[in-house]
């Protein structure tokens, strides 16, 4: 997730083992092929932290988004991800992120010179169930299809829908699972609980489910999700003190960088809400930039 995936929370996730692998935010790619020294900066905290990275680009030239993934697998990358998706209003003045799903021979095209290129390294590409309508989704299914990606992760909103409420989401994602049957499918929308996650999956027959807002509300939801899904029992987070406990630990390693401590803020704000007294001790306490000696009138 783009302001959210990086930096501290990085480093405080993977310590505390709450992922297994890291999905990098977007590397926006424009007119040429960056040095392969910059592609290291946006790849290496993630590469640090041990685990698995797939890291995630952007763009708009076919062949120039084809050797930028050649050249992240040389970085130690497992995986590299063509992010069609993003609903964002810059992105989408820019004819990138999910503008392309009005062009699914684009993406095909660009998903097939990604694959030439990285030979046998893995490459995915992120979409949702289309631009304007859900219509769209046959030909999107279609393209991808022919290129037979590792990996594909569908948001079930259209991008024009952005992030408002919709009453068929999980219908979609199932339709798509029919439209993709052989590959991995990776579901993704409304994911803010365990419960969320498993209907999702019951209801859709995907292979996996991809949280991101829920993440803002609990960081362990990951771990969470796996151990209701047959994976080891796992219960960190799971009460009011031990998530106090990261969102402080969360706030030592930001140091005094005033965006990443008011990032740890904004998260507390997920998890108890702005009136809550849990948010009020961690203002206290100095986290997000307010002085520990503040004095409260009544």
Not at 123 to 130: A, D, E, P, Q, T
Not at 244 to 249: D, E, G, I, K, M
């Amino acid at each position: 997730m783009e302001g959210v995936s990086e930096g501290s929370f990085v480093q405080v996730l993977s310590a505390a083992k709450l992922v297994r692998a890291w999905f990098t935010p977007f590397i926006r790619i424009s007119n040429g092929v960056p040095r392969l020294s910059k592609l290291r900066t946006h790849v290496q905290p993630y590469l640090d932290t041990g685990l698995p990275v797939i890291a995630q680009i952007m763009g708009t030239r076919t062949e120039i988004l084809a050797e930028v993934a050649a050249r992240l697998h040389t970085l130690g990358v497992i995986c590299v991800d063509l992010n069609c998706g993003c609903p964002s209003q810059t992105v989408l003045s820019s004819h990138s992120g999910g503008w392309h799903l009005q062009e699914p021979l684009w993406i095909r095209d660009t998903l097939l010179a990604m694959r030439k290129a990285c030979g046998k390294h893995a490459i995915s590409v992120k979409i949702r169930c289309g631009f304007e309508s859900v219509l769209e989704m046959p030909a999107i299914a279609d393209a991808i299809n022919e290129v037979q990606p590792d990996l594909v992760t569908s948001h079930f909103r259209t991008v024009r829908e952005m992030y408002r409420p919709i009453p068929d989401g999980l219908e979609r994602l199932a339709k798509m699972r029919q439209l993709m049957p052989s590959l991995p499918l990776i579901g993704s929308g409304d994911l803010f609980t365990v419960e969320d996650a498993v209907r999702m999956q019951e209801c859709t027959g995907v292979d996996g489910v991809a949280p991101a807002r829920g993440l803002m509300t609990n960081p362990a939801l990951l771990r969470l999700i796996e151990s209701a899904c047959g994976g080891e029992p796992f219960m960190a987070l799971t009460d009011d003190e031990s998530r106090l406990a990261f969102l402080r630990r969360l706030g030592e390693v930001s140091g005094r960088s005033p965006r990443h401590q008011g990032f740890v803020l904004k998260l507390a704000k997920y998890m108890f809400g702005e009136s809550s007294h849990q948010f009020a001790s961690l203002r206290l306490e100095g986290i997000g930039g307010s002085p520990k000696n503040t004095n409260i009138q009544e």
